[in-house]
Each structure stands twice: as C-alpha cells, then as structure tokens.
C-alpha cells in the first residue's frame, strides 16, 4: 500500500507493507534513527515521536496510520541549524546519560514545555513517568528539562548552572550528536 505523511516538515511518499509499524517505518525507510526502538510493547517509551503534535510511541502506531498526518521526529527539534532548548539542556545538565531512551525523554519534556512552560519537578516525573531510562538518571533528566524551561523563559541564572567539567572535544561532538537524534 502508498501512504503518504509529512514528517519533520517534509512530505513523504513510500510503498510499504500494512502491518509495518511507525517506529520501523521512520527508521528503516526514512534512515531517521534518532528514534529509538526498545520493548516493542510501549513501556519503555524510548520509540516516542509527534503525530500532530501529541507525543505518541511509535512502536504502537501502524505506519498507516500515519498517513495524512505530520510526524515529528527527535532529528525534527533543531530548527534553522539551532538546537531546541530541551536538546542544549540534556546537553548541558548530562541527561543524556548512555543515550538510548533520549529521544524519546526529550520529544516527551519539549511537549511538555509546549503546553507547561514553567512544570514542577513533580509534574516533570509525571510527564515522562511513560519512559524508562536504563541509567535511572531521573534526577539529571529533571533538571535539563527545568533548564530548558528556564532558558527558553529568559529566567536562568548563573546559580542553576550544573557543575561543569571540561570535555574533550570529540566528547562533545558526541553529545551534540546524540542530541540532535544522530546516533542509532
């Protein structure tokens, strides 16, 4: 069957099987392996895009489904070249950790601050209580996300700053990579 959707601004066409799922359809026909696939039951949460707007996990949608609809993917949050605040605050207060459930912990924080700008700590572990992080590092991750929030706010001060530590260049190359979803 055809099925036709816009994913990360860019309308897509392919022949493809009915039964594919979304998560396979984004990473095996489309090459966008920012998207992780992990349990292919839905509780890891690592497989979560956007389809219109509302974060959905992949790994439950039929690439059929899609069809008329937009899709946005983690490689989809930079925008003319500049990292989303939600990717510069994993960056910068190291949630991104091994990197496997990034995608989706940031494409579930950034529909977070969409509708909240200004979350609690308490409704940010509610907002990614649907995500399972391998590395536990829960508290690294709640404070990127209330780093984005501050920074996109105008609000962030020198005191929120995490304690910084030099990287090596290649080191953070990396992490710029595994921000933007370039890393399988």
Known sequence: MQVTMTVNDEEITREIEGRLLLVHFLRDHLQLTGTHWGCDTSNCGTCVVWLDGEPVKSCTVLAAMAGGHEVRTVEGLEQNGELDPIQRGFMECHGLQCGFCTPGMMMTSRALLDRNPDPSDEEIREAISGQICRCTGYATIVRSIRWAAAEQAGTRTTAEEPE??????????????SAQGSTS
Do not use: I, L, N, Y
């Open 164 to 177: 910084r530590t030099v990287a090596p260049a290649d080191r953070h190359q990396q992490s710029v990579a």
